[in-house]
């Protein structure tokens, strides 16, 4: 089948039918006029004929109207799209050159429609109305809409979800910003706006048209015909937007933070102002309550200075029970005190009015500023602003013109004398100036028309004009009509009519006839106000416009303006004195004020393309008199200028005689004394009864009050008055039946502590410091359910807006609040409030979005709220059961809901974009994958210290918090504050939940925890066992806060004193930590006995590699401090109670007469690996039972007599010492035997049992040596007093006859238990814990008290428990728990393991030294070999003796 088009090259071959025959065209007029089903026929079987089809078939219902699957029609005539029903299975439809063409219908028939062109037509309705039928086609992939008259898209092509080329070449399509609606197309390939077989679209004309469309849409591989499928170019369109919105936005943020400024001066001068009414308020308040007191409580006749408990017992005084009501004047000045408060507070209210709305036009003029500026960026910056100053020529004739249009006359009755331009801003608007230009243009340039060619240039000119125009903001949407204007230039005639105006777009050559309306309004505004300013248009704006008036003529009374009535006509214009008869009800003006008013006149331009906005002026009225609102000289502060003068307060005179004439009025109240504690027996003296229980009424106005303890037992208390106290909780009135409570005039900070008061009705809370709304609202709605007068007045509230719809929404039985009665409109709009306030199901399917990506967009708003504007892939609740649809919300906008919790965000597992801004959130928690983040306006953010690095540290996906990207650096400095932090929120997020007073131990090794902070010890009461072993620790702060702890295990941390002392601010910061400050012989404890004890409780310590200030761990009975670098033993005076104590791996050189000098109970010292060189000073350790000096420097075998005091001793290693372990001479084990000899308890020695047979050579050695009178090589001298207790009874061979056992042999060794622990076991089991970690939740250095038997108590080091045999079932070994189970550990690690040897199933630590461990077989045999010789040569000297003797 032929075709006389073809789609591929655009181009039409002829206009002919296939006959030949030229069709003939139907005229728009008959199109208009709708067609008869003859009319129809006819065109159809033209357009089958031109196709090849036949009517008749397709006509009659066969098969053939089926097959047909293209259709093109180029003929002029087609002026309507009829017939296509006949062709359901059609995939291209080509409709070409059809000026009769005015909309698209009938596409609902051919579903299958891919390929639509519909070009060179005269379509120019509605978007909405040209579209409604493409939206259908959701096979549509090619779309030509080329050369028609449309001039928006909208979102006409969402649904078309599969088109994959668009043409719009050649329509009216203006606006950058309409282009971004093609995002929502995404399998769009290739866009044409700029054809070259059309004309292009005015947009494709305009600067950075490539750029934008390539950042929006980068997907695309075409544009305009060219391939842009690489990526350098999306790039290059990427990188020059993101620079375009950085700049923007350094500047918008300079705007608000200029405005935050403003406010904040603001808030000071407002202050200062408030603060002399405030006084005076004070003043007269505490007058009044006063003679309400002595009403309350007659007055004492003879009062002292002060009374308080400590000063004795009032003594009996007779009461003057005459009241002040009685007297004559007490009415009159009770009245005129009230009506002193009332014209104080009226002036309190009139600078709280101004300076409100001085605040509201300054967010306003911040959100113009903001709006110019985000228009600038989304159009591509061909609508721009451009700042004048009076250098520039443009701004000094604008700044004429004004002026020179302003006339004092017109202004004569509102007191205005003149006006003050205060800026120009310039407007630069390439779409507007193209269309206005183009218009002119093709006026001036018609060959028919007054001014064609020769004389256009002299002619024209003359016709344009400068005229003014002025919202009114009596039209809908008049407020937001400026900046509309600014971008897309005035409405039409058509819509001007719709709002019930001239068909017309009004201008004006005079200000006072521009700015009518306006003025009109805002004196009606201001007259139903309580405080009123005399000029409550001040401050206004001017849209200065060029204009072409073309042909024009005065308009007619009779007539409306409109185009029809005008029909030869450009414009039309009204006197000054026609608009004041007109709008007569609007405003009466003198028609006679000034002669210039014959010039004023009303222009009414009918085509809008001719007028063009070019200036905007904003100026301010001079007044006569000075405005009423002190804030005034504020309004001259520009927020787009760095360097602002902010005014200064003015001076007030603060009179103090000012209401002293009301004050000093009869009756005057008698001095009474001021209390500041209470007593029962003051409060009968008070009220003059004579029991507690009969008072009922309680006044305690005026005095000093902090506490209100001593009010319990009055059980029958109904009415409490304590205001002008210092109060600053209510908590003692808990539980109470009171009724009425006025705590007005104190210095309350919060209401936490007001619990079970049912019975109130009346609170008075005004003039104190409450903060939180929503902790103390909700304290008042679960402790005083039955309220109905509340006042909460002067108050610094965190978010006093719609504070009193707030109030009222959570207490429902209020009647009166802040002395107004609550009315049902209030009470209906609280609950709409308080709805809204919480995160619901609805508030979530309405706000919130399921877009995985973010959107490219020019927007300079928050992420969620662009998603929230532009998307609308809203999440589908599929059924009452269904809870899927939460984990595919990605984007939540919540922003301005009064929110008070952040609940059921848990089942937001995907949320990546959220919004609460301008909400009243405190806590900030269930968040978890969110990448952006905004919070701005919360009092979390607004309060908390830290804010942004504490969200930054917790919400480790985020990438930008409150607008801003979060650096690097941002991200080191949040993990240096707050990493490493032990907190109540880090142990809930391990426990799972938040009962802490079930937590017994605490594990956590190696969490890079630099700082405890747990909270008052109450909130971990029963903590017992905790282990910090491997962290950044440096003192105790935060865990002596811990009152029950036992136990506690710092080794491996940076420990350097319990409470870290305060900086000194001229002292030089050291760069080294303590270890570098003892290697130069610093005294490690830093013993400072004024300290008070801390951890009284604390019984274990283990702290090696470390240093710390030990004289306020008194309670110490376990001391670990291996690896430090100390030299001295000091400082222990303290620990009287020491059992243990660990100073391995230090730098100990010798002890002093005072190391040790409080330690006698001290049973188990290492000092293994030190520098000793000698033993004394070790005889104050009488009760010492086991003792490891191995690895020092002990030169002589001789100072082992030093331990002769140690008779307790079982248990001893000294291996690896000059003096024996590095000879290879016999000298090598003597030590051994004398040890053996003078210590007769010694059991074990360097890890090696003392046997019986050992113990009789040794004893039968130096007996010998003693009998001989032999040199001894080992001592220089034996003490011959010394008393031989003998253990063995042998015979003269030296064969062992028997042994008595000393009682304090079997101590300590049978259980391998600490000793001087297990007789300080607690009770209370500390073994549970609900902690879930990824480790054991054993731990290297733990100790568990339960209620094990005294054979199996708790032991020092590593956790170490005997691990009984026979406790499982059928003898076996009991399973793996928390109370039978002994941590192993590998013989390679650090200090603190154990195990269990073979000899006297005692503790063995690993510390990879030999006293710690068995004997190794190579010594043992080596020992072995000497003991032999040894054994040989006293038999060989045994046997000399007999012979001798015989």
Request: aromatic letters at 8%; proline letters at 4%.
């Amino acid at each position: 089948m032929s075709t006389p088009f073809s789609p591929v090259n655009n181009t039409p071959r002829s206009m002919k039918s296939e006959s030949g025959v030229e069709s003939h065209p139907v005229t728009v007029s008959q199109s208009k006029k709708g067609m008869s089903k003859e009319e129809e026929e006819e065109i159809m079987k033209e357009v089958c004929s031109n196709n090849g089809i036949s009517y008749n078939k397709i006509t009659n219902g066969g098969d053939h109207s089926n097959n047909v699957d293209l259709l093109e029609i180029f003929f002029l005539g087609y002026p309507k799209m009829i017939g296509l029903n006949y062709f359901p299975n059609l995939h291209k439809l080509v409709i070409i050159n059809q000026p009769a063409l005015q909309k698209i219908e009938g596409l609902a028939h051919v579903p299958k429609l891919a390929e639509l062109w519909i070009c060179e037509c005269d379509i120019k309705v509605k978007v909405s109305f040209i579209f409604q039928n493409i939206t259908k086609l959701s096979r549509l992939k090619q779309l030509n809409l080329a050369e028609n008259k449309i001039d928006k898209i909208g979102h006409t092509l969402d649904s078309n979800h599969k088109l994959e080329e668009l043409n719009l070449s050649g329509n009216r399509i203006s606006s950058l910003r309409d282009l971004t609606n093609l995002m929502r197309v995404p399998s769009l390939q290739s866009l044409s706006l700029k054809d070259p077989l059309y004309t292009p679209a005015p947009v494709s004309l305009l600067c950075n048209y490539a750029t934008h469309v390539l950042y929006h849409l980068p997907h695309l591989t075409k544009l305009d015909t060219y391939d842009v499928a690489g990526k350098s170019m999306s790039e290059v369109a990427e990188t020059t937007v993101m620079k375009k919105k950085m700049y923007y936005n350094m500047r918008i943020r300079t705007v608000y933070r200029n405005l935050a400024q403003v406010i904040a001066k603001m808030d000071s001068f407002q202050q200062q102002m408030l603060n002399f009414p405030h006084e005076r308020l004070r003043s007269l308040i505490s007058a009044m309550k006063e003679i309400e007191r002595d009403e309350d409580n007659p007055v004492i006749e003879d009062t002292v200075d002060r009374i308080t408990p400590s000063t004795g017992e009032m003594s009996e005084k007779q009461l003057n029970l005459q009241k002040l009501n009685t007297t004559p004047n007490y009415n009159s000045k009770i009245g005129a005190i009230k009506d002193r408060v009332k014209k104080w507070e009226k002036k309190c209210s009139e600078i709280e009015a101004f300076y409100k709305e001085t605040v509201a036009r300054f967010r306003e003029s911040a959100n113009t500023l903001v709006n110019r500026m985000v228009l600038e960026l989304e159009s591509g910056g061909n609508v721009r602003f451009e700042e004048g100053s009076p250098s520039d020529l443009w701004f000094t004739s604008c700044h004429d013109l004004v002026l020179s249009r302003f006339c004092a006359a017109d202004f004569r009755e509102h007191g205005i004398v003149g006006i003050k331009v205060r800026r120009i801003i310039r407007l630069h608007n390439r779409t507007l100036r193209h269309r206005f230009d183009e218009k002119l243009m093709s006026i001036v340039d018609d060959a028919d028309g007054e001014y064609y060619i020769s004389n256009r240039n002299l002619g024209y000119k003359k016709l344009l004009e400068y005229l003014f125009w002025m919202w009114d903001p009596s039209l809908p949407g008049g407020c937001n009509e400026p900046e509309r204007i600014l971008e897309e230039g005035f409405m039409d005639a058509e819509n001007y009519m719709k709002l019930g105006r001239d068909g017309a777009v009004p201008l004006s050559n005079s200000l006072s006839l521009a700015d009518r309306h306006r003025i009109s309004h805002l004196i009606h505004k201001n007259r139903g106000k309580d405080i009123q300013e005399f000029c409550p248009f001040k401050y206004g704006q001017l849209v200065i416009s060029k204009v072409y008036l073309g042909k024009n003529a005065k308009a007619l009374d009779e007539k409306q303006i409109q185009q029809s009535s005008y029909s030869k006509l450009d414009a039309v214009y009204r006197p000054r004195k026609m608009c004041i008869n007109h709008d007569k009800n609007i405003m009466n003006m003198d028609s006679n004020s000034c002669e210039c008013s014959s010039r004023q006149c009303e222009w009414y331009i009918f085509n809008n393309d001719l007028v063009l906005p070019e200036y905007i002026v904003e100026f301010e009225y001079i007044t006569k008199m000075r405005p009423k609102s002190p804030f005034a000289d504020f309004n001259q502060v520009l927020l787009d200028y760095k360097d602002c003068t902010y005014p200064n307060p003015p001076h007030q005179e603060n009179d103090k005689m000012v209401d002293s004439d009301v004050l000093s009025m009869e009756p005057q109240c008698k001095p009474r004394p001021r209390l500041i504690a209470l007593t029962d027996e003051l409060l009968l003296k008070i009220t003059g009864q004579e029991e507690l229980d009969h008072i009922t009424v309680l006044n305690l106005h005026g005095n000093g009050l902090t506490k209100l303890k001593s009010l319990q037992p009055l059980r029958m208390l109904k009415r409490l008055i304590v205001s002008f106290n210092e109060l600053t909780r209510l908590d003692e009135l808990a539980h109470m039946g009171i009724e009425q409570l006025d705590a007005s005039f104190n210095k309350i900070v919060t209401l936490e502590g007001i619990k079970s008061l049912h019975k109130l009705r009346m609170l008075d809370l005004s003039w104190n410091k409450l903060i939180n709304t929503k902790d103390e609202l909700s304290t008042l709605r679960k402790h005083t359910p039955n309220i109905n007068t509340l006042d909460v007045r002067h108050n610094p509230w965190q978010k006093p807006d719609k504070l009193r719809l707030r109030i009222i929404g959570r207490l429902k039985s209020l009647t009166v609040l802040n002395g107004h009665s609550v009315t049902e409109t209030e009470s209906s709009s609280a609950l709409r409030v308080a709805a809204g306030s919480r995160i619901s199901q609805v508030s979530l399917l309405t706000h919130a979005r399921t877009d995985h990506n973010k959107p490219r967009s020019l927007s300079l708003k928050l992420t969620a709220q662009v998603l929230s504007s532009i998307s609308r892939n809203k999440p589908e609740k599929v059924g009452d059961h269904d809870t899927h649809w939460y984990s595919k919300i990605t984007s939540l906008n919540l922003d301005d809901q009064y929110i008070t919790k952040l609940s059921n965000m848990e089942k937001l597992e995907h949320l990546k974009f959220a919004s609460f801004n301008n909400n009243d959130i405190t806590k900030i928690e269930g968040l978890t994958n969110l990448v952006i983040l905004d919070m701005f306006g919360n009092p979390v953010a607004n309060d908390s210290d830290n804010y942004r690095l504490f969200v930054i540290y917790h919400l480790k996906t985020l990438k930008a918090l409150d607008g801003s990207a979060i650096e690097a650096v941002e991200g080191n400095s949040a993990r240096d504050m707050f990493g490493g932090r032990l907190t109540p929120d880090f142990v809930a997020e391990k426990l799972g939940h938040s009962n802490f007073l079930e937590v017994r131990e605490m594990d956590l090794p190696s969490s890079g925890i630099r700082i405890v902070d747990l909270g008052p010890g109450d909130v971990f009461l029963n903590l017992r066992s905790i282990n910090l072993e491997h962290n950044n620790l440096t003192s105790f702060s935060g865990l002596i806060n811990l009152p029950n702890l036992r136990v506690l295990c710092l080794n491996h941390n940076r420990i350097e004193c319990i409470m870290p002392k305060p900086k000194q601010p001229n002292k030089q910061k050291s760069t080294n930590n303590a270890t570098n400050a003892l290697r130069n012989g610093v005294d490690l404890y830093n013993n400072d006995m004024n300290l008070s004890p801390v951890l009284e409780n604390l019984e274990v310590l283990h702290l090696g590699w470390g240093a710390l200030q030990l004289n306020r761990l008194t309670g110490l009975k376990a001391l670990f401090l291996q690896g430090n670098e100390i030299q001295k033993v000091e400082g222990l005076e303290s620990l009287h109670d020491l059992r243990e104590l660990v100073l391995d791996r230090n730098k100990i050189k010798n002890l002093n007469e005072t190391s040790f000098i409080n330690q006698w109970n001290l049973q188990e010292l290492h000092m293994e690996e030190n520098r000793l060189r000698d033993l004394t000073y070790f005889n104050c350790l009488e009760n010492l039972h086991r003792l490891y000096l191995g690895s020092n420097r002990i030169q002589e075998v001789g100072e082992l007599e030093n331990l002769d005091h140690l008779q307790n001793l079982i248990e001893i290693s000294v291996v690896n010492n000059p003096a024996w372990s590095f000879v290879k001479t016999a000298r090598r084990h003597l030590h051994r035997p004398l040890l053996v000899f003078r210590l007769k308890n010694l059991m074990v020695i360097d890890g090696i049992p003392v046997t019986d047979e050992e113990r009789a050579k040794a004893d039968l050695y130096y007996m010998d040596q003693q009998w001989n009178q032999l040199p001894i090589i080992i001592s220089k001298e034996i003490d011959l007093t010394w008393k031989f207790q003998p253990r063995y009874v042998t015979t003269i061979d030296g064969s062992i006859l028997g042994t008595f056992e000393p009682s304090i042999a079997n101590q300590g060794a049978a259980d391998g238990s600490l000793p001087g622990i297990g007789q300080y076991k607690t009770q209370i089991p500390v073994k549970v814990t609900n902690m879930q970690l990824a480790t054991s939740p054993l731990w290297n250095g733990s100790i568990f008290y339960d209620d094990a038997t005294a054979q199996d108590n708790s032991q020092r080091g590593g956790g170490r428990r005997k691990s009984k045999q026979g406790n499982g079932e059928n003898g076996m070994p009991a399973p793996l728990g928390r109370t039978n189970t002994m941590y192993q550990q590998p013989s390679t690690t650090g200090y603190g393991g154990f195990a269990y040897t073979t000899s006297g199933n005692r503790a063995q630590f690993f510390l990879n030294q030999i006293p710690y461990v068995a004997a190794q077989s190579s010594q043992t045999a080596e020992y072995v070999e000497w003991l032999t010789r040894y054994n040989i040569n006293i038999e060989a000297r045994m046997n000399n003796g007999r012979n001798n003797r015989k």
